[in-house]
């Protein structure tokens, strides 16, 4: 299995918090992306990143900044989160953005009262 | 973007019976692949297949990208095949990655 793991793993927060949710891998792995998953709507791309500092929005990226200082770590901020932010979120990466499968993280399932 | 659909949204099998779960998608890509999320919600890729065939134990895909879908087939289905399979289909350009995952194909097999 891929080394990822996501941090925190379950997160109960009250709407206006500032969250953070940590993505780490240890494959050196180039890509990296963040994905909410909803029932009903499978998984949506919100942010992703193609290197160090190098990052660009997916399908539902409005509320949502990412971060990524070192290759191993991707931070997704959630800077005043809402109810409609209440998701499971999973970190994903990849060599490279064809040819190349994807490897999911765990998941973190995040509510927001 | 692209858009995807899943058929069937939900399938009920006997154990060592065989599917095919089918995934339209409505433009070019150069990117697809196949998930398995099982009950406990852990997503592992099983092909990435843009075109062509593959084949991995008892399961395997094919895609004609000239056709704008692709298939996956499970033979002797057994009660660990149970969960959700999605596949996702991208056009990739220039580094430029946005995906675009099906709702999922849900499976259940009856020991």
């Known amino acids: 299995d891929a080394g990822i793991t996501q941090s925190p793993r379950h997160k109960v927060t009250e709407t206006g918090t500032p969250v953070t949710l940590r993505c780490h891998q240890t494959?050196?792995?180039?890509?990296m992306y963040w994905y909410r998953q909803d029932p009903g709507h499978g998984l949506r791309l919100i942010h992703y990143s193609y290197g160090v500092k190098d990052t660009d929005k997916g399908e539902v990226s409005d509320g949502y900044s990412v971060s990524r200082s070192k290759t191993e770590d991707f931070l997704l901020t959630l800077e005043s989160a809402t109810s409609s932010q209440t998701s499971v979120y999973f970190c994903?990466?990849?060599?490279?953005?064809?040819?190349?499968?994807?490897?999911f993280g765990p998941g973190t399932r995040l509510l927001v009262l | 973007g692209i858009q995807v659909e899943q058929s069937p949204p939900d399938l009920i099998l006997q154990e060592g019976a065989n599917s095919t779960l089918r995934c339209n998608f409505s433009d070019s890509v150069n990117n697809l692949q196949w998930f398995h999320q099982n009950p406990w919600g852990q997503l592992i890729n099983l092909f990435y297949?843009?075109?062509g065939t593959k084949q991995n134990g008892r399961l395997s895909a094919t895609t004609v990208a000239t056709e704008r879908y692709s298939l996956l087939y499970i033979s002797s289905s057994q009660t660990t095949d149970s969960g959700v399979y999605f596949c996702?289909?991208?056009?990739?350009?220039?580094?430029?990655?946005?995906?675009?995952f099906g709702r999922g194909t849900s499976l259940i097999v009856h020991p």
């Open positions: 297949i843009p075109s």
């Open positions: 494959e050196n792995h180039r890509y």
């Open positions: 996702a289909a991208a056009l990739t350009s220039g580094g430029s990655y946005i995906p675009t």
């Open positions: 994903a990466i990849s060599r490279s953005a064809i040819g190349e499968t994807q490897y």
